[in-house]
Structure formats: C-alpha cells, structure tokens
C-alpha cells in the first residue's frame, strides 16, 4: 500500500457496533431537520447573512496582485507569442501532402503500415473537410504546450521522487489541478495575459503537466532497488546512476506520460477555445454550436477527432516496447532521417511547382457545409416527435424527482395522479418497513441507504436540508475509513455550503448521480458482454479506444443536436463521456476471476446467470466499485462543459464566472467540484480497500 492509500486506510473506521449506533443517530438527525424544516426554512436556504466572503477575499488578493504581475507576464507573453506564431507559420508553410506524409512516416515507424495508412486516411478528411489550416493552429498549440509540460513535468516529477517534502506539496497541487475544472484555470489567466490564445497555451501547460508528473514518479518508484544497487557497486556517480540505470529502466512509463500529456494538452486547447482569439478547430467547433449549425459541428467536431486519435495513436505507439514498433535499423537512424527529410524534401518540390496554389486550394475542403446543415436539420425533424416524447418521459420521471422530489413532481399531469398526504404516508411507511425488514436480517448498512435514498427522493436534492447533507456526508467517510477522511468531508461540505454554491450542488449531484447510474448500467451490460465474447470485445475496443481520446466538447454535438439546449442534453453529454470506465472496469473484473473458481462452479451445476450473479460478479467487485469511481470522476469533469448546454449546476458558475472574468467566484466553484472529487473518491478508495482490492 502506498503513503497516499495508507492515509485514508480503513483500518481507523468504527467497529460494527459504533457504526450502527452512528447511523442510527444520523437518521435520527435527519428526521428532526425534516421535521423543522416548516419552521426554520434556513434548513434548506442557507441564509446569505452566513454566507463566508471567500469570493471577494480572492478578488481583492488578484486586484493586489494582477498590476504587480502585468508587466512580467506582458513579457512572457511577447516571448510565448512570438514562438506560437513561428511555430504555426512553420506549419502552414508545410503544404498538406508534405504534412501527411510526416505523420505517415511517424505512424510507421511507431506502430507499422497500419498506423501510417490510417494516418493519412484520417488527415485526408481533415483536408476535405476544410479545415487544414485550423487544424494545422490547434497543432501549433500542442505542439508549443507539450514540451514544456513534459519537461517541468519531469523535473518536478523526479524532484517529488527524491524529498519526501516535496513529495507531499506535489500531491495536494495534482489533486487541485486533476479535480478543480480546466475552465476555472482560464479566469486568472485571462486577467493576467488578456484576451488570445496565450491564455490557453499557458492553460494547456498548466493542465497538461500533472500526467507526466504522475508517470515520472510512479516510473521512478518501479526502479528494482538491486539494479540500483548493482550501479552503485559498479562504480557509478549519482548523476551517471540516474542517466545510465534508472531513467532507462523507468523509460517506458514517461513515454507513457508523454502519450498522456499530449492528450490532456489536446483536450485543454479545445476547451481554450471558448476564450476565442485564435482560428483553431475548438473556435469552429464552438461558433457552428452557437449558430445550431449542427452539420458543420458534426464536421469540425470530426476534425478535432481524428486529429486527437492520430496523435495519441503515434505518441502511444512510441511508448511500447520495440518488438511492437518497425526495426531497430529504422528507429535508430533511417527512421530519423525519413522523417526529417522525405517531407520536407516534398514540401520543397511542392513549393518550387507552378501549380503550388492548387495545392493550397485544395485544401479548403471538397464537403458542403450547408448541405451537411440541411441533411442533419431533416433527420431531426424527421424524428422530432419519438424524440420529444423520449424527452419529456426522462424528464418528468427520472430527472424532475431527483431535483424537486416526488412531492413537486408528481403531478396529474406527468404521472396521471397527485402526490397527497396519503401517498406520502403510504411511501414512508413501505421505505420504513423495507428499512426494518433488512435491518434485522443484519443489512443494517442497506437499510440506512435505503431510509437515506428515500428521503432524498421524497424531497429531492434541492430540498434536502444542508446540515443533515453534511452529517451524511461526514458520517459515510467516518464509517468507510475514519476520523481523517471525516475531517475532509466535513470540511469540504462546509465551504462549498457556506459559499452560497448548496443550490448549485445540489444540481451537480443529482446530474451525476442519474448519468452514473445510466453508465454503470449500460456500460455494465457491455462489460460483461465484452467478458463473455472475444469476438464482441474486439469490436468495442475500438470504440471505447475513440471515446477516451476525443475531447470533451465532441459530446455536447449530437446531443444538442437532437435534444437542444437543456439539461437533459447535459445529462446525455455527461453519460457518452463516461460511459468507457465501467465497460472496461466491468469486462477486466470478470476476465480476471480465477479459472478454477469459474470451473467449480460449473461442476456444481451453476447456470450461466447463476455463475455471473454469485460467483463472478462477486469476486470482481471490488474492480468494478473502481470503476464505479472512475465513472464518478469523468462525470464531476465533464460538468463545467454541460454548462455550455444550459445546465444550472457548480460547472455553470464556472462558466458564469469565466464569462465575467470573475476570479473570486471561478475559484470558489471549481474548488467546490475539486471537494466533492476528491471526497468521492477517497470515499470509493476506502471502500476498495476494504473490500480487499487494490487502487493500483
């Protein structure tokens, strides 16, 4: 177990009767606040005389700070657009044959005459559709951001590796930057750097450095101690120990983290490009939504695409080990030379041709963006009423009770009957005695959930009163892992409650809740699909494989296009991002139940489903509460880009505050999400832990 597990071990939690008598008062706690709620209505408001100055406190810090810092970054900004603006004329210099077959070469040399064909397809539709030269600035972007991510990455990564200080300084930064939103990163930069694509290059490297820190370390760690010590008795320096020993020996993993860092670098473009001021692919992707020009968001959402999967197919390709990658002749000194000469060789016959124009004209695409707009506009009417009725059905009966509870929601109207007293009464007294029936037959933890469970949705999140939200909260970490993890969910809760954002999370909450039940069911039904079949398992690899590697914008495109702005369109964006983590999770658990115990159970005539309910499943739980967790935090991420669909969530005051260029209230917002994953998470890593399984 490493020191960042061992922190929120389950081994501090209360004993089985402690934990019992626990409950028991926290539901005791929960119906007196019901019970007052009438009489005290700041159980469910929390009343704006409490609420703590946190946003205008950081406001007035960045008004103190922001003059004395213009100057200096005025600077570094002259000096980071300068090489942005020589990078991209590099780029636009090279005519698009010649950048093809860059990239070809690079796919061949990394993975073979697969990755170099599927290259060039992918590019080719880049240049069809028109969009080579946006293309070619989101590469100047990346290309600009990854080296100086990879290489403070790395330094930092090593230097956490060596002192255990800054170890642990370097743990809490990559917790804030993997779980506060990339959007809230914007708002100070933008008032430190303006208006322009500055601001999302500093962005990409702020956001792109936390993978390569990760890998670098955990390269480091998996170092064997004898191989170091046979370095050491050989004579080495400590300098030649790490150049000739360690770092080929971890080699593989900060190629990995390369991989890993381009892609985040990738992602955080597309996200800048809300800023605007740069004419890139993201700025496309985001005009053609806000006009509903749905064909040509499908379009240059492609675009972003393939241009995100060629990239991380090359980069990932370079990280595997050399049996999987072309000869060793050609790695070494063939391959560098293909790819530094062949295309620049063509560049330079396509610029010395007479027909060099026809080459630039031919890059502005072959496909009718408007045609594309008509065809797509046609299709959803075509389908507008199944898709209206579809809608309004999760609408009123999944999404609403969640929100406002069955008490707002129900109505003669939606359901065809009103929710009365007598409904009420009968509701709580089957919840209260399903509660008892399984709290004596000793699932007293099941039977706390389930009065919990029903509260909430009697009431919904949005009624719920705060105070018996922190207590559960608080409660849930104490019984899981312990005094720690109680501490920081009670912390948490508090500051997100006493910044006014309970309303806001509320939302957050009942969003994720719903689209991570919607993954785990659907996603799990693949999962174990792809366990069973070999055959369907090949085929959904690709897919899954897509789905990670486009970026986060690409998912609002077809639900918006055919639901519109709302939140049922967040909710679908929301569920399409995660929907990868309990598949994979799913199918790897049961793949690795051991054999003899499948076999077992068929010798004692256990049917298929039998095996998969008793056997399988349960051993491979605690990988699929892993990727339960994984589910939840792409869920929590994918929150602020919702917000540009019209969800009203924490993601919204990020966007609201970024639109204002509101420090205060960015930072406050998207430290609150940064709370609610951090706690959800460590929650989920105590209850793997003491399940039996391991967060590696």
């Given amino acids: 177990m490493s020191a960042h597990q061992a922190v929120f071990a389950p081994n501090e939690s209360l004993p089985i009767k402690s934990r019992q008598l626990l409950w028991l008062v926290v539901l005791a706690f929960i119906a007196a606040c019901i019970a007052m709620r009438p009489a005290l209505p700041w159980l469910v408001t929390y009343p704006s005389s409490w609420l703590l100055p946190v946003a205008s406190i950081i406001n007035s810090v960045f008004g103190f700070l922001i003059p004395l810092l213009t100057p200096i970054c005025a600077v570094l900004a002259t000096i980071l657009r300068a090489a942005l603006n020589a990078c991209s004329a590099a780029l636009q210099w090279m005519p698009w044959p010649a950048m093809i077959l860059f990239f070809a070469v690079l796919g061949w040399l990394a993975r073979g005459w697969q990755l170099a064909l599927f290259t060039t397809v992918t590019l080719g539709y880049v240049v069809m559709a028109g969009y080579w030269e946006q293309g070619m600035n989101t590469l100047s972007l990346v290309s600009l951001a990854v080296p100086l991510a990879v290489g403070f990455g790395f330094l930092l990564g090593v230097a956490a590796h060596s002192s255990r200080h800054v170890r642990g300084v370097t743990m809490v930064v990559l917790d804030l930057l993997q779980t506060v939103p990339a959007f809230a990163f914007l708002i100070p930069l933008l008032l430190l750097f303006g208006f322009g694509p500055i601001v999302g290059l500093i962005a990409c490297f702020v956001y792109a450095v936390a993978p390569m820190v990760h890998c670098t370390m955990l390269g480091l760690e998996h170092v064997p101690p004898s191989l170091v010590e046979a370095g050491s008795m050989a004579g080495c320096t400590r300098l030649q120990r790490f150049w000739h020993v360690i770092l080929p020996t971890a080699k593989r993993e900060i190629l990995t983290g390369i991989n890993q860092t381009t892609m985040a670098a990738f992602s955080m473009v597309i996200m800048a490009a809300i800023i605007g001021g740069f004419n890139d692919v993201g700025w496309e992707v985001l005009n053609s939504m806000r006009k509903a020009e749905f064909g040509q968001s499908l379009l240059s959402g492609l675009v972003i695409a393939v241009l995100a999967m060629v990239v991380d197919r ?54 009718d963006p408007s045609g594309l707009n008509r065809a797509v506009i046609g299709l959803v009417q075509e389908f507008s009423a199944p898709l209206d009725a579809f ?104 500051f997100i409650i006493g910044t006014g954002l309970y309303g806001p999370l509320g939302q957050s909450l009942y969003l994720c809740l719903l689209a991570v039940l919607i993954c785990m069911f659907v996603g799990g039904l693949l999962g174990v699909a792809a366990a069973k079949s070999d055959r369907f398992s090949a085929v959904l690899k690709p897919v899954c494989d897509a789905l990670q590697t486009m970026p986060q914008f690409i998912f609002l495109i077809p639900a918006l296009m055919f639901f519109q702005v709302g939140e049922l369109t967040g909710l679908i964006a929301i569920a399409l991002y995660a929907i990868v983590p309990p598949i994979r999770y799913v199918e790897y658990g049961i793949r690795s139940v051991p054999a003899d115990l499948v076999e077992t159970s068929r010798q004692i005539g256990c049917t298929a489903w039998q095996r998969l309910i008793h056997v399988e499943l349960p051993v491979a739980k605690p990988v699929v509460v892993l990727g339960a967790n994984q589910t939840i ?10 917000a540009l669909v019209g969800t009203k969530d924490l993601g919204q005051q990020v966007y609201i505050a970024l639109s204002k260029a509101d420090a205060g209230l960015g930072l406050v917002a998207g430290l609150s999400i940064a709370f609610v994953a951090m706690i959800s998470d460590r929650i989920m890593r105590a209850t793997v832990s003491k399940a039996g399984g391991s967060m590696d």
């Avoid at 050609?330 to 063509?346: M, Q």
């Avoid at 999944?398 to 509701?427: C, D, H, K, N």
Wanted: charged share 5%; with cysteine.
């Fill in 314 to 367: 090359i980069t990932f390709g370079m990280a595997q080990p050399p049996r999987d990658r072309a000869p060793t002749i050609l790695r070494k000194g063939l391959g560098t030379a293909l790819i530094l000469a062949v295309p620049l060789f063509v560049a330079l016959l396509l610029h010395a041709s007479p027909s060099s124009m026809v080459w630039a004209d031919r890059a502005q695409g072959v496909i």
């Fill in 391 to 494: 809608k309004g059905f999760v609408l009123y009966h999944f999404m609403l009770p969640l929100r406002i509870g069955l008490v707002g929601a129900v109505t003669p109207f939606t359901w065809g009957f009103a929710w009365t007293v007598e409904v009420s009464t009968i509701y709580c007294g089957l919840s209260l005695a399903l509660a008892v029936w399984l709290w004596f037959r000793g699932q007293w933890q099941l039977a706390a959930g389930v009065l919990i469970g029903s509260t909430l949705l009697l009431l919904g999140f949005n009624g719920f009163p705060w105070p018996a939200f922190v207590i559960v909260v608080t409660a849930l970490a104490w019984s899981v892992s312990g005094p720690r993890l109680a501490s920081l969910a009670s912390l948490g809760t508090c």
């Fill in 633 to 642: 935090m792409a869920a929590l991420s994918m929150l602020p880009v919702a």
